[in-house]
Nanobody, 125 residues
Framework: VQLQASGGGLVQAGGSLRLSCAIS????????MAWFRQAPGKEREFVAR????????YYADPVKGRFTISRDNTKNTMWLQMTSLRPEDTAVYYC???????????????????WGQGTQVTVSS
């Protein structure tokens, strides 16, 4: 399974961006999908997760009410819609997948087997 993240860029505070994660390769497992981010000098942190059927979305507290995770398995794509962006949202954003497609919530990066290369999001004040 290969993941390709895209859609990052430079945006002013209060603006919006939509990140995409394209999924390719063969997997017979229903995948749980998530977004993480890593700011300079900080550890990679959980942002949001969706189960295989997108019946439940789970968000980290700093992004609740501002970010929305979605996915379309027929298009092998996941998105992260980010609104009301703040300078503290500046980071490299990564998409990730694991073989547990259930509604279990996994916030640890160690849980995820597959990773995209990351896309830079910079929010100016």
């Amino acid at each position: 399974v290969q993941l390709q993240a895209s859609g990052g860029g430079l945006v002013q505070a209060g603006g919006s961006l939509r990140l995409s994660c394209a999924i390719s390769g063969r997997s017979f497992d229903p995948l749980g999908m998530a977004w993480f981010r890593q700011a300079p000098g900080k550890e990679r942190e959980f942002v949001a997760r969706s189960d295989w059927l997108h019946t439940r979305s789970y968000y980290a507290d700093p992004v609740k009410g501002r970010f929305t995770i979605s996915r379309d398995n027929t298009k092998n794509t996941m998105w992260l819609q980010m609104t009301s962006l703040r300078p503290e949202d500046t980071a490299v954003y990564y998409c990730a997948a694991d073989k547990d497609g259930s509604t279990n919530v996994y916030e640890s990066a160690d849980r995820y087997e597959y990773w995209g290369q990351g896309t830079q999001v910079t929010v100016s004040s």
